[in-house]
């Protein structure tokens, strides 16, 4: 799906629930114009630690593991909240909210931060601004 400045919030965090690259691509943008872009960026990184670690913690499953070709949408209070602590810094309370989750959660988890750190590098590198479809690349 297409995401644009006129996009919902809660279109927006239904896309990155399913693990929506161009979801977390347009979050990531619209907190970077909002001047929250480096803090999105610490939040992400907390964030897939934490999904991280706790991947690292059960390691029967991790072997296990099939990527699937679409994750089953996360909870999207439990993102919101997620990201509200892990922006906050509050790296015990991610922890405890990831801990109980499904593996298949925590991996997704795992990939939304990934794509929103990746985004905010993207933007805190060339800047938000969406470029002109009629400007020439040379």
């Known amino acids: 799906m297409a995401y644009s400045d006129d996009t919902s919030m809660n279109t927006l965090l239904a896309g990155m629930a399913s693990v929506d690259a161009e979801a977390c691509h347009e979050f990531a943008r619209r907190q970077h114009v909002a001047g929250h872009g480096a803090d999105l960026q610490t939040a992400a990184h907390l964030l897939h630690d934490q999904a991280f670690a706790a991947q690292l913690d059960r390691p029967a499953e991790l072997v296990a593991w099939k990527y699937p070709e679409r994750f ?49 590098e993207q933007f805190g590198r060339f800047g938000a601004r969406r470029p002109d479809p009629q400007q020439s690349l040379f």
């Open 72 to 120: 089953e949408p996360v909870d999207q209070a439990l993102l919101t909240t997620l990201l509200q602590a892990a922006s906050d810094n509050e790296r015990e309370r991610v922890r405890s909210l990831i801990a109980d989750l499904d593996f298949a959660d925590i991996t997704a988890l795992s990939s939304i931060a990934n794509h929103l750190a990746r985004a905010c």
